[in-house]
């Protein structure tokens, strides 16, 4: 029965995102189906997000449809399959024909579909609120992420981001591991099957110690080159007979550098494969072919050249530097907490999202690793999961402050499981953000949140997970630290509930302005006369009545003063008195 709802979830995706011709790559992380897709125009962002088995649709290199832990993983074969057989059968008409279809309402909706939506309320055309619907809130956080997203397509920032896609493999075998490892830790502490704790803790540690060459062989993979040859030079790295080199007058130690020399390591060995497949100018004719191996020798010569160039200068150089940095890094993010505490914690968990929205967040991800790696937890994650906590406690005060606005209290309820458990985007891009004053308390419940969590911290209960890519209430099983497990799980459970709080508290009082609130707390069902009701109060009531041709009686009677009985016979003066209100700005 399962597979049959995965396999019915499948299907009714692939139209609405245009098909299979429609699509160029396949992927999926923990919690996102990833798609790439040739034509954007074809997906149908609507249609998707009213599928039960979706929480949200997110658009950044590629275009992520959320469905949840677990489900994601069951789901996305079923779609491959599904994409595999349509493209064996030649069905590829199939989207296209359905493109007008997609296109069409779109496209013809400033024409054609104006008029039916504004038809009701043609009467005072700025009486009508422009974002009380959760389908336009949406769209105005659609266009905010486009914009943001053409800002951050800097080569900085887009290379932060190919670094982050060479960790997002990885996730899987971080939290697989990583619970173990909690298991194993627990089982430890009650003395509990001590012959079997040995056996978990080899499965626990065994990925991490050979984490090096993971990350080689995606960092080669995602930047263009062979990705066995970036995993063989970053394997030089754990060797354990590298102890017996020395490098700076000091023996080198296996490991030394971890995950930052092995990504170090792998983006030299891409640039020597290719600087022996292309030349060292590649732009260059003549130096093109005098500098690259011949095509001959190329399958001797560069892989070769390639493990020994890079080899020697990752031995000679990149693990001591690497290693250097990997240790400054974690003692700085000791020294923080222990010495900055609540501060640290508020100003990391306020700013997290704003770094999002920026692109610098992927920076992080190399830094979580390598804590990770060096203390067998990242004490970072859990206090910037604080501003996930922040989103959930506003978008619950939203959800309170405007009871007559049933589109955006759908699109909040849907979205509430999904920032339970950390995904946070439907929340962010379909409400706080394209809200404005919901996002900034947001931001100060997630600082709050953090805030609490680093001083504890500070006071020595230290909280931190054993993975990325988990956050909220899936973090519970990766959450790890100084004192026992159950400690820190109420001081990360304390942490969430002062994020949530704060959130809420913040956006209930502070985060509508009244004339905002008053626009927005409006069924987007009702027709005009309920408008009119709901904002000016003491209209009287009396020309109500009458509402094919009497629009302008609600602005010129009562706000300029004009008579009813002569103004409504001639046609000539019914543009102007719509007009009127507008002009008076009481929107």
């Known amino acids: 029965m399962t597979e049959d709802k995965n396999r019915a979830t499948a299907a009714a995706i692939l139209p609405l995102v245009g098909g299979a011709k429609n699509l160029t790559s396949i992927a999926h992380c923990m919690t996102r189906l990833r798609l790439g897709v040739r034509d954007r125009s ?139 490892a909690g298991i194993n830790g627990l089982l430890t502490n009650l003395g509990w099957l001590p012959s079997v704790v040995p056996a978990l803790a080899a499965i626990a540690s065994g990925f991490m110690s050979l984490i090096a060459v993971f990350v080689g062989f995606q960092t080669a993979k995602e930047f263009g080159g062979t990705p066995i040859l970036g995993g063989a030079v970053a394997a030089i790295i ?20 971890g995950v930052l020399g092995a990504l170090g390591a792998a983006l030299l060995a891409v640039q020597v494969e290719k600087c022996c497949r292309n030349g060292v100018f590649p732009g260059r004719a003549k130096s093109r072919r005098r500098g690259r191996v011949p095509e001959a020798l190329d399958v001797l010569l560069t892989p070769t050249l390639t493990v020994l160039v890079t080899g020697l200068v990752t031995i000679f150089g990149l693990m001591f530097v690497a290693g250097e940095v990997s240790t400054a890094i974690g003692t700085f993010a000791t020294w923080l907490l222990a010495h900055g505490g609540a501060f640290a914690g508020f100003v990391l968990g306020g700013l997290f999202l704003p770094l999002v929205m920026l692109g610098l967040h992927q920076a992080l991800i190399p830094i979580h690793t390598t804590l990770i790696e060096q203390q067998g937890y990242t004490v970072l994650l859990p206090i910037l999961a604080m501003a996930g906590a922040g989103q959930v406690g506003a978008a619950l005060a939203v959800y309170l402050r405007l009871p007559h606005n049933r589109s955006l209290r759908t699109t909040i309820k849907s979205a509430l499981p999904a920032g339970f458990l950390g995904v946070g985007e439907p929340l962010i891009y379909g409400v706080s953000l394209p809200l404005g004053r919901p996002f900034i308390t947001a931001c100060i419940g997630g600082a709050c949140g953090g805030g609490f969590i680093g001083l504890f911290n500070q ?38 509930a002062v994020g949530y709080l704060t959130g809420f508290l913040a956006t209930y009082f502070f985060g509508f302005s009244k004339q905002l609130r008053a626009d927005l707390n409006t069924d987007p069902d009702a027709t005009a006369p309920t408008l009119s009701e709901t904002d000016p109060a003491t209209t009287g009531g009396s020309p109500a009545p009458p509402t094919p041709n009497m629009p302008d009686p609600p602005g010129a009677s009562n706000a300029l003063g004009t008579p009813p009985a002569s103004d409504t016979p001639t046609t000539p003066n019914t543009p102007t008195a719509p007009g009127s209100p507008a002009g008076l700005g009481t929107r």
Not at 61 to 77: E, F, K, M, R, S
Not at 247 to 255: E, I, R
């Open 42 to 180: 074809l997906v149908r962002d609507e249609a998707l997000k009213a599928l039960p088995a979706v929480m949200g649709v997110v658009e950044d290199d590629t275009y992520q449809i959320v469905l949840g832990p677990g489900t994601v993983a069951h789901v996305t074969p079923e779609f491959e399959r599904l994409v595999e057989q349509a493209r064996t059968t030649d069905r590829g008409p199939e989207p296209r024909a359905g493109a007008p279809e997609a296109v069409t309402p779109e496209a013809g909706a400033p024409e054609a579909g104006a008029p039916e939506a504004v038809a009701p309320t043609a009467g005072p055309p700025a009486a009508t609120p422009t974002a009380t619907t959760a389908e336009e809130l949406a769209a105005q956080g659609a266009a905010l992420k486009a914009r943001q997203k053409s800002r951050n397509a800097t080569p900085v920032k887009l290379f932060l981001r190919r670094i982050a896609n060479v960790f997002v493999p990885l996730i899987p075998a971080l939290i697989g591991c990583g619970i173990v």
């Open 238 to 257: 754990v060797f354990p007979g590298i102890a017996h080199v020395t490098a700076f007058g000091q023996k080198l130690v296996p490991g030394q550098g």
């Open 459 to 496: 006071l020595g209960d230290t909280v931190g997970s054993t993975a990325i890519g988990p956050s909220g209430w899936a973090l519970f099983p990766l959450v790890k630290g100084a004192q026992p497990v159950t400690t820190t799980l109420v001081v990360y459970a304390l942490g969430l």
